[in-house]
């Protein structure tokens, strides 16, 4: 089986999680659960990134240790990821022994390479702002420009990755496959960023603790973005187990906000060319959700948590919701008529009421008992054209596009039903090709919707009579035209999705 690595960012743990982190979250989780649907040998990794000052300062004003705060708030992480349904393979906490472990060997062999060096910082500091400043920011007489009082000149030795080194090697892992970082506009951001030159940059911090100690100057801890970087190594077994490692390094696909470009398209390239690994095969560059217009944020009282929104239309549905309306790349803005409008148009009006209504014929026309699929129906060549436009669109990591054409399917289905009307004739052959016909739409769109709601899938499948979960199912090979046998007692069952008031 071909191996798939996935990951989302690890996400600060100075508040709990929003939409916004669900958004990855669950994006990473249905190409996940696709590739798995897929034959793929399936690693899907997240977790929480836990050092650094906004971490340890979020602890300060609880009352509580760096440790006991992630202690207290990781869980919460985990417990909405539960919540949501998302089957990752691993969790990982930056503060666990085994993060510090990978951390100090990773950063060690960039050292002992000769990439890391120590240097001299200086430049004019303002301690209200804990901040340098360039001369040229400084107001007359080299005035911090906040606090109006003169800025200090500063020296503080400081480790330094020699980042200005791989100019050259990062345009060439730039060039050498255009796919590398999607989409292209982001691809070609970060591109020109690099040709602009790259200064060296200091990876390390004295004034604070709570991080992982540099291995050959314990005084020190690395900078909380060069520990959290390398979590992708930890999870996978990086200086513990060689065959684990080769197994799912390089052939890795980051999903990140894009926000962090730089940090995932050129920092950390660099770093694993440096620690002489290959450079991640690929990143795939998300916008942001937003509310109002504004990305959300602690400070700005906008944040939306994924169990309000759950308890309110149910889990899968605000999974669908946030796969289908807010394509990765693009930025998607949040609200409830949004959702609302798209629960009622897709699931309750579509799959809901397909569902439903070919239910209650085979019960009026068939005896419950649902016939076989029509070999010669119009369905079929649909079906065909909808999962190759699907499966590719998973593959290129565009879970709106795959859902967008999967709703044809279940639109064309519901067009057929209401051109033959089955439910006005009387029964025979003729009414029976065309309801095992939806059935068998119904089967297939099952097949390709359950990355997207995993339990709504499963329920249809149920009431379909097929026995297992269509996750156990592998596609194309199941997806193609025939495979329902008919003879399979169908459930009708409470709506799926009740209509909501818009
Ligand atoms: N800890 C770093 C990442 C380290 S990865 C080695 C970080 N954390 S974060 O919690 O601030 O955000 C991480 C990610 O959360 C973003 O890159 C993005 O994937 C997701 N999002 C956070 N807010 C978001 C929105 N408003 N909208 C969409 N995604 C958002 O940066």
């Known amino acids: 089986m071909p191996p798939f690595y996935v990951t989302t960012p690890i ?50 004003a609880n009352g509580l240790s760096p440790q006991a705060w992630t202690d207290e708030l990781a869980p919460r992480f985990a417990g909405a990821w539960a919540d949501l349904q998302i089957a990752n393979d691993d969790f990982i906490r930056t503060s666990e022994a085994r993060h510090h472990r990978t951390v100090q060997q990773f950063l060690q062999r960039i ?59 990062l345009v060439e892992w730039f060039e050498s496959d255009p796919g590398r970082i999607l989409p292209e506009q982001k691809r070609n951001e970060a591109l020109s960023f690099v040709k602009g030159g790259l200064q060296d940059i200091s990876i390390t911090r004295t004034s604070i603790d709570w991080g992982v100690p540099v291995p050959w100057d314990p005084r020190h801890v690395f900078y909380v973005w060069y520990d959290a970087l390398v ?40 770093m694993c060319m440096a620690a002489g690994i290959d450079p991640p095969n690929h990143v795939q560059v998300h916008g942001w959700l937003l509310v109002g217009g504004e990305k959300m944020a602690k400070s700005k009282l906008n944040q939306i948590a994924p169990g309000d929104l759950t308890v309110d239309f149910g889990v899968d549905p605000v999974r669908y919701h946030l796969l289908r309306d807010t394509p990765l790349g693009s930025d998607g803005d949040f609200s409830y008529e949004g959702i609302t409008a798209r629960y009622n148009a897709d699931l309750a009006n579509n799959l809901g009421n397909l569902l439903a209504r070919v239910a209650t014929v085979v019960g009026t026309k068939c005896g419950g008992v649902g016939p076989a699929p029509d070999p010669a129906s119009r369905l079929a060549a649909v079906a065909a054209g909808v999962v190759a436009e699907a499966s590719g669109a998973w593959e290129a990591m565009q879970p709106a596009a795959a859902l967008e054409a999967t709703w044809r399917l279940i639109r064309e289905t519901n067009a057929a039903l209401e051109s033959a009307e089955p439910w006005k004739h009387a029964p025979g052959p003729a009414v029976d090709a065309v309801l095992g016909s939806a059935l068998e739409s119904l089967r297939i769109v099952a097949l390709l919707a359950s990355p997207a709601m995993p339990s709504t899938c499963a329920e249809i499948w149920r009431r379909l009579g097929l026995g297992g979960l269509p996750e156990d199912r592998r596609v194309p090979d199941d997806a193609a035209w025939g495979g329902y046998p008919g003879g399979l007692a169908v459930e009708k069952g409470a709506p799926l999705f009740p209509r909501r008031q818009e």
């Open 231 to 270: 979590n992708y190594l930890t999870a996978i077994g990086y200086g513990q187990d060689d065959d684990r490692f080769a197994r799912w390094w390089p052939a890795v696909h980051h999903l990140i906000g894009k926000e962090i470009i730089r940090f995932h398209c050129v920092w950390w390239p660099a």
């Open 11 to 60: 996400y600060y743990v100075n508040d709990a999680p929003h939409i916004g982190h669900a958004y990855c979250t669950v994006n990473a989780d249905a190409i996940a659960r696709w590739h798995r649907l897929a034959g793929d040998d399936v690693f899907f990794l997240t977790g929480t990134d836990e050092h650094g000052l906004k971490v340890a300062q979020a602890a300060t």
């Open 111 to 169: 050292y002992d390479n000769g990439y890391i060096v120590s240097d001299t910082y200086r430049g004019w500091y303002c301690v209200g702002c804990e901040q340098y400043y360039a001369e040229d920011e400084l107001a007359g007489d080299r005035t911090c420009p906040v606090h109006g009082r003169p800025a200090e000149w500063y020296e503080e030795e400081n480790y330094f990755f020699r980042l200005s080194a791989f100019q050259d090697r």
